[in-house]
């Protein structure tokens, strides 16, 4: 058994961040991850990250308020006002501070840190290195973390939380390197890894984002928030879904049609290529379904070639690699073929905007929360900053919360039950015939959450994947372990995590299937408009073993700007 | 539908007296990688296979293996690059192993902590806005920010087989793109974790690194570059 004041599972920004806090307050803080930290899914972010520092000349009368304001209407109002407001007010501190670490951001010639527009923003405000600025602020963490000797069990696999009287007090996890499952105590935890793309077969998301640590929380009685609001990236590989970013038509890219058309001009006149994701993505899949895909097919075209190599090559070197060396296409000579693809979970566990969830002890921050600063789109540049900002304001709040008790320590009995109920589900999983496949049902879940809960929703088809779902969920219990071996055991990750998994994935589709209207990234044909007398409410999914979430609603914090119709 | 045949190094020492190759053919469309062939084989043909993964996109670093005897990562290697039929996959050589395709990094990031790898700088001078850099002393970042850490170079490199305690091309790596940083004042905070026999003088300019490395990075000109600092500082106590 090993202690610690709190532990932290997940080591993208948003845990990183949350550590640096609370190690810098003198708190005892471990950090618990499936992969070492800098290997994390943060790191895979590119575009950049929002904050109104009015460096760009096009940009100088920019304020934290019309960041927010953009934020709130990117989110077709369902974000909480106060929330996204308190986000929007720290970024600038939150980029200087990173900056100050070391974070290697582009610049322009007098030094300043260089932003580029990016969709649904008013101004160009997304601050940016290159076009890898996921991987600078990620390694910028890491290094954080190792300077302030911040304990770190890298490749443990946390499979479930320790609750004793309604409290979290710590994780059970199994040990990658060296086998075997232990318990870590603690006075608190903060769950931050990432989201839950996975639960599509066409996702722009690493292997590792399951929303598996999402499942923990709902499995101990925290709601998920909003699931049903599933963003789908305008540009992923046609090919493997790889992102191309939002960056790419912030410089100038263009997103053109088979009859050679820029089709944006059809939906958001105004601002063509940089519309908010939700609507650049319907409009794409529109072209498609309307035939006018690339030769009929079902992608279109990124081009980038006006951009000339030289900028391409400065600002856009890592989307260049990865055409060429993923899709075969150098987007320098010829235009890459692109799909709308799964990329972000605007929801999540519910928590509050210092991250702390209903469980007391039990934090939550970045993709896997919703606090909620996304609402029903997140604006492109704001999931980055949500990772640091939550991530710093969840450890604040751990180290208030602790300070307020003397040294509390769990009583061993929680760990230990915690730990043989592990051990009892894995012993369970090992014994089973395995009459149904684990990777069967993996495989049937991605494709009906593609299938059925994609782009454009609808109640029949909705309804049929939610039975497909709750079918899966049937047969789970007769899956079983086909290796039992101690070390890197990737058959018994993996089968642990499809548990999870199918749970979130339920949430997302029950909460889509209830919300009769349409609304950011939740767009139903039978349901075309945004009902704000109905449904300008948050959708709360609790688990319930046997079936279905029950879902209930919270109201949203409104109050500074007025829900008024999205246009752009 | 096309096949290939994976060829595999499989090893658990807890289990195992020596290593064993196996053999695996893997069915597929269009298109697939070895990372892609991998989980095909874990997941339909052999539950033990243990390999590492997690963005398939070439940039978190995670599975960076030997393929048909060159380093390379495993998710951005495509089969169709590879002579048809054969795709031998083993782990990263020179290394203690885990497990089959895994190996034990922990020396690979003890050596990276050890140079200190943050922005040193005395921090109660910091504006309150971003320290001003000027792009030309942003461009000498471009190519040591690029390293995913994925550690092919540090397999590769015959001084760190010959000695265990050379800090080898990544975590020198490191400490360059720190010391060329216009922001960094470490002044003699970290030279001196590589100006001795762990560090720079153990490069050959052997240029294993550069050919092993999947981003085209050049670790050996960031040591040259040490060395030049190393060398300045004891000459004339300089640092750059």
Known sequence: MIKHQLVIVGGGLAGLRAAVEAKGAGIDVAILSQVHPGRSHSGAAQGGINAALANNPEGHDDTPQKHAFDTVKGSDYLADQDAVLQMTSDAPDTIFEMEHWGCPFSRYDDGRIAQRPFGGAGYPRTCYGADKTGHYLLHTLVEQAYRRQVAMYIEQFVTSLIMVDGECRGVVAYDMIRGGFEAYVADAVIIATGGAGRTYSNTTNAIISTGYGAAMAYHAGVALKDMEFVQFHPTGLYTTNILMTEGCRGEGAYLVNDLGERFMSRYAPKVMELAPRDITARSIWTEILEGRGIGGKDFVYLDLRHLGEQKIAERLPGVRDLSIHFEGVDPVHDPVPIVPSQHYTMGGIDTDMNGLTAVPGLYAAGECACVSVHGANRLGGNSLLETIVFGRRAGRAVVEYLSGADARTAPDAGAHEALAAVQGRVDRLARADAAEDAYDIRAEMVDTMKLNFGIFREARQMQEGVDKLLALKERLPRIGLRHTGGAFNLDMIRTIELEGMLDVAIATAVGAFKRTESRGSHARTDYPNRDDTRWLEHTLALYRPDGPPELQSAPVALGMFEPQERKY | ?240
Not at chain 2, 27 to 35: D, I, K
Not at chain 2, 53 to 70: L, Q, T
Not at chain 2, 94 to 102: E, G, R, S, T, W
Request: proline letters at 7%; aromatic letters at 10%.
């Open chain 2, 1 to 240: 539908m096309s096949e290939a045949r994976f060829r595999i190094k499989r090893f658990d020492p807890a289990a195992d007296a020596a290593p064993r190759y196996e053999t695996y053919v893997v069915p597929y469309e269009n298109s697939l990688t070895v990372l892609e062939g991998l989980f095909s084989v874990q997941e339909r043909q052999d539950g033990s296979l243990a390999f590492r993964y997690c963005c398939r996109a070439a940039v978190c670093g995670s599975c960076a293996m030997y393929i048909n005897g060159r380093y390379r990562l495993a998710c951005q290697t495509n089969v169709a690059q590879l002579p048809a039929g054969d795709v031998t996959v083993e782990p990263m050589p020179h290394l203690p192993l885990v497990k089959d395709l895994v190996c034990d990094m922990t020396d690979f990031f003890a050596k990276y902590e050890y140079i200190k790898p943050w922005l040193i700088r005395d921090e109660a001078d910091d504006p309150e806005c971003e320290i001003p850099q000027s792009p030309k002393a942003r461009r000498k970042l471009d190519m040591p920010i690029d390293c995913i850490l994925c550690g092919c170079c540090y397999s590769s490199c015959p001084s760190v087989w010959g000695e265990e305690n050379y800090l080898g091309p990544a975590a020198l790596l490191k400490a360059y793109r720190f010391e060329v940083d216009s922001r960094d004042d470490a002044r003699r905070a970290r030279l001196p974790e590589f100006d001795n026999e762990r560090g720079v003088y153990r490069c050959h300019t052997i240029t294993n690194c550069v050919e092993a490395c999947p981003k085209e990075l050049n670790p050996t000109d960031g040591i040259q570059w040490l060395k030049g600092a190393a060398v300045r500082r004891r000459l004339f106590g300089r640092r750059k």
